[in-house]
């Protein structure tokens, strides 16, 4: 059974930075992407972050250049810093399984969400 448990989240000013974690069992984590999706209040989900197998990373142009994607195969982690934060960063951030270019559709396993907030 594929489990994703998030880690992280909470409340920030604008301008700062949080690091969400989520560590990842029932699967083989090394052979498997892992996204980041988050949907913020009365939006659809959007994928945020995605990192392949061997590392190889992409970001929603939203986030590009502030938020950074990593993985720690030996711990089966992956782990989303965010920096400087808005408040249009403000949702329920998930990690998923696989790459998720499309998180309103398909089916995939996703972890539960942390909340982030981002106000002042």
């Known amino acids: 059974e594929v489990q994703l448990v998030v880690s992280g989240g909470g409340w920030v000013q604008p301008g700062g930075s949080l690091r969400l974690s989520c560590a990842a069992s029932?699967?083989?984590?090394?052979?498997?992407?892992m996204t980041w999706v988050r949907q913020a209040p009365g939006k659809g989900l959007e994928w945020v972050s995605i990192?392949?197998?061997?590392?190889?990373?992409h970001y929603a142009n939203s986030v590009k250049g502030r938020f950074i994607i990593s993985r720690d195969n030996a711990k089966n982690t992956v782990s989303l810093q965010m920096n400087s934060l808005k408040p249009e960063d403000t949702a329920v951030y998930y990690c998923?399984?696989?790459?998720?270019?499309?998180?309103?559709?398909?089916?995939?396993?996703r972890g539960q969400g942390t909340q982030v907030t981002v106000s002042s």
């Open positions: 998923a399984k696989g790459p998720v270019w499309s998180p309103n559709s398909g089916t995939y396993s």
């Open positions: 029932g699967f083989t984590f090394i052979f498997s992407a």
């Open positions: 990192i392949d197998s061997a590392g190889s990373t």
